[in-house]
């Protein structure tokens, strides 16, 4: 299974090794390949190393010495973009490689990481001809559903990979072109949620200064206290109600995030610890079933201004499963607590005997972010589910 090895084209070496995760030969091949996603891990080699393997989430990891790690095959899909958006097509990993590079957002890679991810993006733009400014930062194509913050979908869910948006990193990555504007914001389909964020990735760059000097002088992350300007979302963003997440109020005491039902009451001065979260573990709670009562106190508290969209799907107590768009504002305003809800996702059809899961989501059918209604009333995931003994009258939810 592990193979170390030594590739060379045009003269350029790369130090690779193969520690492909479980999961890369159940992932179906990409139709089309058109992008590559920088990403930070925002957290050390060993662990990313090993969440990233467990989840295949990125095709591959470079470490802080240059050492190159393969994860998922580079045609097959790794789920390393989550909930994501670029220029009107969702779910960016259909359609790209994404590379987790180990280091923080706001810091300077490594000298060895950068001759490292220049010379493996030099051999991916050659075999997928994908030009530089279709080289992007996660943090660009990354959006967040709507919530009780932001009322509609945005840009800011994360600022993973943020510094890969500068010139000056891009030109030493051999990259000589980028976005000038978010394209999904200029159409209206989302909103800036962080406006410090957009400056970083599409603002000018400053001139005459040093890489390390720039990187770390530019990017100052929201300080961890709660103020009349900064929200809990402005510094945990959707690890706001995580368990990991810990509030320290003005009188001393702590709460866990998923302790904290009043969202609107948070007196300012709090101060917000947030455990070291990992990439690997964003990624895996961007995703889930989401119930009124534990994410929010209203269906509006989780959907923002949604509720009633087609796309947003609940799960009522009586096992019926209903859009958005089928209710009154009333009723939703009426859903009792425990009603659980998917926000941007598509009820994809059920299944049948002559109607399969891959028939229905495609490629997607396995993926943590497609979710399977059983006839009993339970919820799986596509990575959760028992591909032979899926039962006939199972409904399919995916993002679309
Ligand atoms: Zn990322």
Redesign the pocket.
Known sequence: MMCVGLTTVWGQSLNIESQYSPLNRQRSPRSSTEYI??????GGGRGSLEKLRRFGEAHYMVDTDGKVYRIIEHRRIAT???RSMWDGRSNVDNFSI?I?IVGYHDRPITNAQKQAVRELLRQLKAIYRIPDNRIL???MV?YGRPNRWHRAAHRGR?R??MLFAREDVRRELGLTSKPAFDPDVRAGRLVVADSYLERVLFGPSPVGTTTAAAATATVPDAPNVIARNRSAWDIAREQYNSPETRYEFPDGTVRRGNEISNWNRMPAGTVVHMGNVA?AD??REAERVQLIGRDGQTASEIAGDATRDARTIYFMGDGRVVQGNEMTEEEVNRLPRGTGMLVGYMHGGVISARRRAFDIVGPRWNLSTTFYRLPDGRIQSGEEINERNIPNGTMVFFQP
Do not use: F, V
């Open positions: 996603i920088l990403h930070t891990t925002e390393h973009a989550g994404g987790e930062p996660h943090s990354a994360k993973c990979g990439e964003q990624q």
